[in-house]
DNA sequence: CTGTCATTAGTCAGACAG
DNA sequence: ATTACTGTCTGACTAATG
């Protein structure tokens, strides 16, 4: 078959903090982190300079969204509580994110690829898998080019990594991080993928890692060496198997170049942990609204549900999820929050409440016959 | 009639990722 | 005073169906 495929991963480098350093290019050099809630645009100074708030100044639940490579030399990383990453950088500066502009620069890289090579699949705002196997072009030339193009076109670095599977070349984009072109062939997976931590390979992440490790699995090639026998007997049938070919940088996985999505979700944390009794009216509010944001994204998106679900956060951290299947597909906020009121009756609510969720699954294409009907969906009669 | 097996849908939790 | 939000996938379990 045509197992002489040539696939690039492209990666932004520190994504929305380069967007961030377009606008603010006096920010260059320095340690600066976006994220959290309620963070405040910078202010014009009467003297011409901008005003910036720093980690110290923030109160709230907030996490790093991305932080420039300076913020990451002091141990600050994405994911990380704004609070606690204040007590490592305190002078940090922190942004506010600006999606639309980070949507705006997604835009531009990805034309700016698909100019050069149109088979991509896309894999989120800041990264894609290209094929680049039916271009005749030598490989490391086509990779700078890429690179040339997208700078053009965003001011923004990127790093490549090119391989024969998406899996090699996932791993390969991050080796040369920022602004790198790794190429890399499958006879120098002994030497470069080897020595890598089990969780560098995407889809072993914290939990599996873990008990890899409980084993003495800690490398890639610890992996390797490990029978196939052995991780099927500790991880299953279907994960064991996959661990093993993973190891041996084995992945037939095609580009994925169109999808349909599954789910439309809405969730928010509140500023303080809500009782279901003491704060019902705030609680009832929050709800009815994130229904009606689910309502307005499905029918922007062209949606309608046949399953509605909740999720709810107590303030242990611990989660839970409700869904209802309902006997015909809706888009109406309505009855969204109906649906997802029963789901609200099956779950416990003596603790206190630190997230409210509401999902809508199965979706279909709203037709516009079904628009007509005016929410009520037209079921072929029997 | 009873038990078993295969298959599917629905539900829920958890892992993972960007 | 730690821990967002959106989305996909999978495993485990139950119920229903044949």
Known sequence: M?????????????FFASVELLRYPEL?????????????????????????????????????????YEARALGVFSGMGLMKSAQMAPDAILLPANFDAYRESSRLFKAAVASIAPKIEDRGIDEIYIDLTDIPEETNTLARRI????????????????SPNKLLSKICSDLEKPNGITILSMEDIPARIWPLAAKKINGIGPKASERLAHYGINTVGDLAATSVEFLVTKFG???????ARVAHGIDERPLVTESEPKSISRESTFERDLHARQDKAELSEIFTSLCMRVADDLKRKGYASKTIGIKLRYADFHSVTRDLTLPVSVSDGAEIRKAAGECLKRVPLTQRIRLLGVRASGLSPLTQSSVDLHGIQAELPL
């Not at 309620?38 to 969204?65: C, E």
């Not at 690179?147 to 090119?162: E, N, P, R, Y």
């Not at 049938?237 to 661990?243: I, K, Q, S």
Request: some cysteine; overall charge positive.
């Open 147 to 162: 690179k040339q193009a997208v700078f053009d076109a965003t001011g923004l670095t990127c790093s490549i990594g090119i």
């Open 28 to 68: 260059r050099g320095q340690a600066v982190v976006v994220g959290g809630r309620n963070v405040h645009q910078p202010v014009l100074q009467p003297d011409g300079s901008k005003h910036f708030a720093r980690l110290r100044d923030y109160a709230g639940r907030g996490v790093i969204t991305t932080s420039t």
């Open 237 to 243: 049938r279907v994960t064991g198997a996959w661990l």
């Open 2 to 14: 045509n197992s002489d495929r040539r696939i690039a991963h492209l990666d932004m480098d520190a």
